[in-house]
C-alpha cells in the first residue's frame, strides 16, 4: 500500500519539461540534439571568467587521448588544454552548471530509464591553430559512456569565421552526412557516445567549453 502511494505521488508530481522532451525525441530519432541558449548570457559569462581564471592559474593541462587509465599525448589527433571539473568542491557558477546537468539527468532516468549513474566534466580550451580528428567518445576497455555532452562558453562575438565548429558524422539512406555545428555562448550539444563520429575542426581564435559525458554503471 505504501509503494502505491508513493509510485501515485511520484506521477502526480512528475512535470513535464518541453526542453527535456525536445532533447529526447532529437536523440531517439537522430541521436543528437542542439539546444541554444541552455545556459543564459549570465551563467555562460560565469563559467567563462571562471575557465579563463583557472587557465591563468595554470591548472590546465595538455589533454591526452585514451581514458584516463591509457592516456598518450598526441599533437597531431588533438590539440586542447583540458581541466577536470570536481562538483564536490564547485566554485558557484560551477554549482549552477552541475544543478542544470544533474536536472537532466533526473529527467532523462525517470522518463526514459536510461540508467545514468555517473558523469565527468572538464573544461576545455582549444588555442589558435588546434583541432581534435574524427573520432568516437568511448574505448575498448570502457564502454560506459552513454551520452556526450558539450557546452560553449565563447564570448557573443564569435562568428563562424573563427572556425572550431564540431562536426558530427551521420549516416542518411545509406550516404555520410556531415553536420557542421558552430560554438555559440550558451549552445549545447549532446549526442549519443558510442554511435556518432565527430570531431572539432582547425580553431582560428581561442575556443572555449565544457565537455563531458553522462555515464552507465
Known amino acids: 500500500m505504501i509503494l502505491q502511494e508513493k509510485e501515485l505521488f511520484e506521477q502526480v508530481d512528475f512535470e513535464l519539461n518541453e526542453l527535456y522532451e525536445t532533447i529526447i525525441t532529437d536523440i531517439a530519432e537522430q ?11 549570465a551563467e555562460v559569462d560565469l563559467l567563462r571568467s571562471t575557465l579563463i581564471a583557472k587557465h591563468k ?38 554549482s549552477i552548471f552541475f544543478q542544470k546537468v544533474n536536472d537532466l539527468v533526473q529527467y ?9 549513474l555517473h558523469k565527468e566534466f572538464h573544461y576545455a ?25 558539450v557546452c560553449y562558453l565563447n564570448n557573443e562575438n564569435w562568428t563562424p ?14 550516404k555520410e552526412e556531415e553536420l557542421k555545428i558552430y560554438p555559440l555562448p550558451g549552445r549545447m550539444v549532446i549526442f549519443e557516445s558510442q ?22 554503471r
Open 108 to 116: 532523462l532516468n525517470r522518463t526514459c530509464f536510461m540508467g545514468i
Open 195 to 216: 554511435e556518432l563520429e565527430h570531431e572539432v575542426k582547425t580553431v582560428k581564435v581561442p575556443r572555449l567549453s565544457i565537455t563531458g559525458w553522462l555515464k552507465t
Open 161 to 174: 569565421e573563427n572556425g572550431g565548429e564540431l562536426s558530427i558524422y551521420t549516416t542518411n539512406n545509406g
Open 57 to 94: 592559474e595554470d591548472a590546465f593541462k595538455k589533454a591526452a587521448i585514451g581514458n584516463r587509465t591509457n592516456e598518450l599525448i598526441e599533437k597531431s589527433v588533438r590539440g586542447d588544454f583540458i581541466l577536470w571539473m570536481n562538483e564536490a568542491t564547485a566554485e558557484p557558477a560551477e
Open 125 to 149: 580550451l582549444y588555442p589558435e591553430g588546434t583541432f581534435y580528428k574524427r573520432h568516437l567518445d568511448t574505448f575498448q576497455n570502457d564502454g560506459r559512456r552513454k551520452l556526450s555532452m
Open 31 to 41: 541521436k543528437y540534439s542542439i539546444v541554444d541558449g541552455f545556459f543564459n548570457p
